[in-house]
């Protein structure tokens, strides 16, 4: 009789077991990415102000405009985008819906230019970011399962490197394009590099097809 009741016993803990197992993946299948960002950086002593985004949903049937920021964040290295950090300007969006394209334009304060493009974001990109990923990091062990930020590298020569990155992953290009000159108005005033960058471009110049 013993033996039938731990018997059954066992059962019943193996059974609530799985029922647990399914109930964690359940649920893990079921989390959806909700928020996400697109930012932009440039590389040291290259200055670039950003001047508009326009963000296209992916169902088109909604957008976001915003400012990306009067002063982009600038990557470690000059001529490289090797040591590029993770931390750097955005937008944040909190929607489920992840873009099908982003309109850019922006100002190099270096070379004085202005430029535009239009970014299409591919399925493969978007699904990239909607997948799931049990991974934590961080002093506080933070669940950070997405890869849920689009970091557009600019250039003064007017490329911009595609990133995909999240608070838990590394910066891994996706593509390159070339953006197109944009032409201001003709009194338009570009604002001046800081003294130490200025010292750099008069020293080192604007390099082209680089980055």
Wanted: proline share 3%; hydrophobic share 35%; with cysteine.
């Amino acid at each position: 009789m013993r033996l039938v009741i731990s018997i059954h016993k066992s059962l019943l803990i193996i059974f609530c077991l799985l029922i647990s197992a399914c109930s964690v993946k359940h649920q893990v299948k079921s989390q959806q990415l909700s928020e996400w960002t697109v930012s932009t950086i440039s590389p040291k002593y290259y200055t670039v102000r950003g001047d508009i985004l326009l963000i296209e949903g992916e169902t088109k049937q909604r957008g976001w405009r915003g400012m990306i920021g009067k002063a982009t964040m600038e990557s470690e290295q000059p001529l490289s985008w090797n040591e590029l950090g993770r931390f750097h300007s955005g937008y944040f969006i909190e929607s489920k819906e992840l873009p099908r394209s982003l309109y850019i334009r922006w100002h190099s304060l270096a070379n004085k230019k202005s430029y535009h493009k239009t970014v299409v974001v591919s399925d493969d990109l978007r699904n990239k970011m909607r997948e799931y990923h049990d991974i934590r990091c961080g002093y506080y062990d933070l669940l950070l399962p997405y890869k849920n930020n689009i970091l557009l590298g600019l250039a003064p020569d007017g490329m911009i490197s595609v990133f995909l990155n999240g608070g838990c992953f590394d910066n891994e290009l996706q593509f390159k394009v070339q953006a197109v000159e944009y032409k201001v108005v003709d009194d338009f005033v570009y604002p001046e590099l800081s003294e130490e960058a200025q010292a750099y471009v008069d020293e080192h110049g604007v390099p082209v097809g680089i980055w």
